[in-house]
């Protein structure tokens, strides 16, 4: 090659570095990795120019490439004696490692990031040590170590005048805020954080950190309408960056849990699946939620057993299965198993109300199931408090049916159907059809225990066109299904029916033309076959019928 095709072939590459360059700064992550790859072809880029190419392939969802490609740039840094640059890459390096699940990887190059910078912590790069200080503390359920944390990682961005780390440490102030029931405080900052996130201030991989926050937050203390508004966001700002797959499948997720919860099952069903295959290799959290969705939804379906396989899934990938695997044993009739699997849970979360929170209402149905009405009626009040103190309409709705439920089984059905009608306008302004439905049936209940036969009826044909909205069987049909919830006859689900409406053992027999000892004799065995003994029994078989939709049809 001549010289002058030498210094034309330079001309070209600096042109494609240029566009490759500014592909990068406004995002154009399938651009930028094109072009990149196109110099690097026929020479060596600066390894500010390949940490680039790193982060394009990251965002393109391919980390593989870019674990490569970052530990080159780390070593290139080094052998500049710029260790501070590499510290940043190995913090890269050891947070990718982390998200696909590979702990011991991640730990190490964290770690080595912490050597390289012992001895100059007074730099930007060390503020993103002291987050991931935060988001350990946080995570070990250390409120004040994550809060000072959280404060030091704020002060460093101020007096650097880094927006990067100045919204980190507001999200981390936020989040420990938040947790620990403060909620109108900790979530106006961490908006706060989302909004520096959602403009051009931040790193868009730090930036992402900051929405995954937000979502668990919202997730945690039910706040639909704050996770809708702020997803959707995020979604328009994925799409601004051409190739954001990844991420975009990391917004999927929350997305399907709130499609799950305002009734939009299929849409739900059909974002989970594919972030499962999406993000298989990419983000190993996100995969776990995932499966504990599938899970669900198909446990609300009826199909048990693929709801179990669900939740053994995310459970591998380390999502704790419960309370979801409690209700399906539930429904497999193994209530003893679910109480013991709650009432365990429930043991090791003391003092997370978040958590507490998400699983009581599931633990008062179980309690419900077997006939611990004390316990359940102690969970109700605690989950009453718990609503109190967050102030959001999911805790509110699950609180108020709850509540509702424990005294229909308690026998003061009056002060049920105050409860339960506050529940069901709670219900409703959470967007929550199948929780309305079910809100409806116990109230349904309450009515035709109290003579209210005509509004009973309304409850279970609104309940009715929500069921059939959902593509699932109307609760009033299961009277007629040839195998019937715990192996009970069609008599004894029959009977159970008149006993879920408030009816004695004398309306029973009336009604059915028995004799009195007749329906005595097949309470006596629905009692056996659903484990119930003692005073409690009749009201533990009442919480069944609810819970399974065995009702007459009227």
């Not at 570095?17 to 690097?40: H, P, S």
């Not at 809060?147 to 990067?164: I, K, L, S």
């Not at 591998?316 to 849970?345: F, I, K, M, N």
């Not at 929170?357 to 009040?381: C, K």
């Amino acid at each position: 090659m001549t010289d002058a095709e030498v210094a034309g072939s330079a001309r070209g590459d600096g042109d494609v570095l240029d566009r490759a360059r500014e592909a990068y700064v406004r995002r154009d992550w399938v651009t930028a990795r094109g072009d990149f790859t196109e110099v690097r072809r026929t020479r060596d880029l600066h390894p500010d120019d390949l940490y680039a190419l790193a982060n394009c392939s990251w965002w393109l969802g391919d980390l593989d490439a870019c674990l490569a490609l970052q530990r080159q740039v780390h070593q290139r840094y080094l052998d500049l004696d710029d260790p501070v640059r590499a510290a940043l890459v190995a913090i890269d390096v050891g947070y990718t490692h982390l998200i696909r699940g590979e702990e011991a990887q991640g730990s190490g190059w964290i770690g080595r990031a912490v050597r390289l910078l012992e001895d100059r912590t007074d730099t930007i790069e060390y503020g993103f040590l002291e987050y991931l200080d935060f988001e350990s503390a946080f995570r070990a359920s250390d409120p004040d170590g994550a809060m000072e944390a959280a404060r030091r990682v704020q002060a460093r961005g101020r007096r650097f005048a880094d927006p990067t780390l100045t919204a980190l440490g507001v999200l981390g102030e936020g989040r420990v805020l938040v947790r620990r029931g403060e909620v109108a405080a900790g979530m106006a900052l961490l908006d706060e954080a989302m909004v520096a996130a959602m403009s051009e201030e931040l790193d868009p991989g730090w930036a992402g950190n900051v929405y995954c926050h937000l979502m668990v937050a919202c997730h945690e203390i039910a706040d639909l309408r704050r996770a809708g508004e702020w997803t959707q966001v995020t979604a328009d700002w994925c799409r601004s960056m051409p190739g954001a797959g990844p991420f975009m499948g990391i917004c999927r997720v929350h997305r399907a849990q709130i499609l799950q919860v305002r009734g939009d099952w299929d849409a739900a069903e059909g974002e989970a699946v594919h972030v499962c295959g999406e993000l298989a290799h990419f983000d190993v959290e996100i995969v776990a939620e995932a499966r504990y969705l599938l899970g669900e939804l198909k446990r609300l379906r009826g199909d048990l057993a693929g709801a179990e396989a669900s939740y053994r899934e995310g459970h591998r990938l380390g999502r704790d299965p419960q309370p979801g695997l409690a209700l399906l044993r539930v429904a497999r009739g193994e209530a003893d198993t679910a109480y013991a699997s709650l009432h365990a849970v429930l043991a090791a979360t003391e003092g997370d109300l978040c958590g507490r929170g998400r699983l009581l209402p599931a633990a008062v149905e179980v309690a419900l199931a077997v006939g611990e009405s004390d316990q359940a009626r102690r969970w109700s009040g605690e989950l009453r408090d718990i609503a109190r103190r967050y102030g959001t309409t999911g805790f509110t709705a699950a609180a108020l049916q709850a509540e509702g439920a424990v005294l229909l089984a308690g026998g003061e059905v009056e002060e049920a159907r105050r409860v339960l009608r506050d529940a069901l306008h709670a219900a409703r302004e959470h967007e929550a059809p199948y929780d309305v439905a079910r809100i409806r049936l116990l109230l349904a209940t309450a009515c035709e225990q109290l003579g209210d036969r005509e509004s009973a009826l309304l409850e279970r044909d609104a309940a009715a066109e929500v069921f059939a909205r959902l593509d699932i069987a109307d609760p009033r049909s299961r009277l007629g299904r040839r195998s019937s919830p715990a192996g009970l006859t069609p008599r004894e689900t029959e009977v159970l029916a008149l006993v879920a409406e408030g009816r004695s053992n004398q309306d029973i027999a009336a009604e059915l033309v028995l004799s009195i000892r007749t329906v005595e004799r097949h309470l006596a065995t629905v009692y056996q076959k659903l484990g119930l003994q003692g005073r409690s029994a009749r009201a533990a078989a009442v919480s069944f019928a609810l819970r399974e939709g065995i009702l007459t049809r009227r």
